[in-house]
């Protein structure tokens, strides 16, 4: 790894041991932005919608991070910290019957709403439509990347690796959530 790559790992590490909420607020922003341009590329957006990216940037600043933040040490509190396979195999199952349908519910009701300015009629009927799909995807998917999180990544790197993942998973969310959406013909412009 070259001094500069080096430098400016040492100096994020620095800033997760020392401002561990503020660095995975801020972690889950930039991925939560890099991933929403990847997936506006990829479902061939012509110009990038900045208003849709930064409103992607606060739902990872404002939720994802302090979210999986709390997450992850309260679980970790439940199960006093251990890494036993059965423990693990609990951590997994909570989290997959607890926060995985909130979130997922969470950012499609966000990013209907909020995000692409649905009325509330449409963004609810949409996600009684594809909500099961998104969830039962989830769960092919979630409980693999929960096992090795809780299993062998350290607390203090888990919303981190979680943030990696949900890079890609932010990708599919979007794209699905974009075929929920109006014809292309109808979608309002934004910058």
């Keep these: 790894m070259g001094s500069v790559a080096m430098a400016g790992l040492q100096k994020y590490l620095l800033q997760l041991q ?3 909420l503020r660095t995975k607020a801020i972690t889950a922003a930039v ?3 890099i991933s929403d341009t990847v997936s506006q590329k990829l ?3 012509p110009k990038l919608q900045l208003r849709r990216i930064l409103l992607k940037m606060l739902f990872g600043f404002a939720y994802l991070g302090p979210f999986g933040h709390y997450m992850y040490m309260l679980l970790d509190k439940i199960f006093k910290g251990k890494r036993d396979s059965k423990t693990v195999a609990k951590k997994v199952v909570l989290e997959q ?5 909130c979130n997922n ?3 499609m009701i966000y990013y209907g709403v909020v995000v692409e300015g649905r009325p509330w009629m449409h963004v609810k009927s949409r996600i009684k439509q594809e909500y099961p799909k998104v969830q039962m995807t989830a769960w092919t ?5 929960g096992w090795i999180n809780h299993q062998y990544v350290p607390l203090q790197f888990r919303v981190i690796f979680s943030s990696l993942i949900a890079f890609c998973w932010g990708i599919f969310l979007n794209l699905r959530a974009r075929s929920m959406t109006l014809p292309k013909a109808a979608l309002p412009k934004s910058n």
Excluded at 141 to 145: I, L, N, S, T
């Design 18 to 20: 020392h401002h561990p």
């Design 31 to 33: 991925l939560s932005g």
């Design 43 to 45: 479902s061939g957006i």
């Design 97 to 101: 019957l607890t926060t995985s349908p």
């Design 105 to 107: 519910l969470i950012f």
């Design 141 to 145: 998917f979630w409980p693999v990347v």
